[in-house]
């Protein structure tokens, strides 16, 4: 076993779970902090005080479970679960023929158990949490099928690609990444382009919108900033929640922008238009694509650096696995936890230039359209979802992907 990389995954581990405790806690205490003014009409009393206790549940419901999954993972590590999971799949296959069925039965069994024993609180949060707070409108059946369409999408799409990657890194060994690159850049593109038209329906119902007002104001903001745009969709939200939304999705002729039902029922005409000017200002500037190269690009890091480990035993050995040529699941699955790191870091640097393109689609939108309208249909999303009006600042700068609100209402009103 090999002692070193053994302690330093735990470290991470550990590193990872006391870092998010620390600033979730920094966030909880900030709650209580003054408002800003330029968001102080958002809530009145009664409202900000269900705010914040909807805040605080979800928070607890957030401690427990990273709770239960440092304790677990830490479990199956300092006991050799996982070690014993491998033992216990090649017990049934010949390791001489073929080590990648067996991977993929062995990821197959943690992401079962993971999923299985994540599901109470799951179950707490959607029929307990959201529920109380007049969010859930999600049904037992369709929590239930939504779950088994979520389990058979990960078998077929997820073990597809994962049979893939394993089967290049056995035919190709250390200079794999380059081909799993090249073909998972594929994959992304291929979703980023037609997920909305192939996995949405599995899952909610996307209609046309209709004739009148709103399809006529949007298309006639669209044809002023010289905005070809064919596909315009309703999707069902309520089926599952109050919370209100809106989207831009696809590349060139598949781009689409989709409305939840409950933006539409809680928003004026001018305020749809407005929110529609932000998404259209994210491809007018070319943030869609520059998040797509920056995945990509993030992408052939990672693989990169796993082919640099690919062949070292003390990956495998870290787990008290022997080390076995073409037996490469397990160090990728060691290698998953020795790059949080790195990840974490670019998953900075990516919310860091995401939160620069948010500011810069509502740029668009003020200019264009109105910054009246986009500065109060904020407020009424704002309101709709009961968000937390002042989050700590840390915290926004390790997790936000947009600026918290009373910011975009500053630089609009600027």
Do not use: C
């Not at 060139?252 to 238009?273: A, C, F, N, P, W």
């Not at 690009?297 to 008290?320: I, N």
């Amino acid at each position: 076993m090999d002692i070193i990389i053994f302690w330093i995954i735990i470290g991470v581990l550990m590193f990872d779970y006391i870092f998010e405790r620390l600033l979730n806690f920094l966030n909880s205490k900030n709650r209580l902090a003054q408002i800003p003014p330029e968001v102080s009409d958002i809530y009145d009393e009664a409202e900000y005080s269900k705010q914040q206790k909807y805040d605080n549940a979800k928070s607890k419901i957030n401690f427990y479970s990273s709770t239960f999954s440092i304790l677990l993972i830490l479990g199956m590590l300092l006991f050799k679960g996982f070690a014993y999971i491998d033992s216990l799949v090649y017990s049934y296959f010949d390791s001489t023929v073929n080590h990648i069925f067996p991977a993929l039965i062995f990821f197959g069994i943690l992401f079962l158990g993971s999923d299985i024993l994540s599901l109470p609180f799951e179950v707490y949060n959607t029929f307990v949490i959201e529920e109380k707070f007049g969010f859930n409108k999600t049904t037992r059946k369709t929590f239930i099928f939504d779950k088994l369409k979520s389990l058979l999408i990960t078998i077929l799409l997820g073990g597809g690609i994962l049979y893939l990657l394993l089967w290049l890194i056995t035919f190709f060994e250390s200079n794999f990444w380059i081909y799993a690159w090249i073909a998972l850049s594929g994959i992304m593109v291929f979703f980023t382009m037609f997920y909305s038209s192939i996995i949405v329906p599995l899952f909610n119902k996307q209609t046309p919108i209709e004739e009148g007002e709103l399809k006529d104001a949007i298309y006639e903001f669209a044809s002023k900033v010289g905005f070809t745009l064919t596909n315009i969709y309703v999707i069902d939200g309520s089926k599952r929640s109050t919370k209100a939304n809106a989207y831009f999705t696809g590349l060139g002729s598949k781009k689409r922008i989709v409305l939840y039902d409950t933006l539409i029922q809680e928003l004026t005409t001018e305020e749809i238009v407005a929110v529609l000017a932000h998404e259209i200002g994210h491809y007018k500037k070319k943030h869609t694509m520059q998040m797509i190269v920056a995945s990509l690009l993030q992408t052939g890091v990672l693989l990169f650096l796993f082919g640099l480990f690919l062949s070292k035993p003390s990956l495998t050995e870290a787990l008290d696995v022997p080390y076995e040529a073409g037996k490469y699941h397990i160090a990728l699955f060691v290698f998953s936890i020795l790059y949080s790191p790195f990840s974490f870091i670019i998953g900075i640097i990516i919310n860091v230039l995401s939160r620069k393109n948010e500011y810069e689609a509502d740029d668009f939108a003020k200019t264009f359209f109105s910054g009246k309208h986009l500065q109060s249909a904020l407020k009424k999303l704002v309101k709709k979802n009961l968000s937390n009006l002042t989050p700590h600042p840390w915290y926004v700068f390790f997790y936000y992907s947009h600026p918290p609100i009373y910011n975009r209402i500053k630089a609009l009103l600027s």
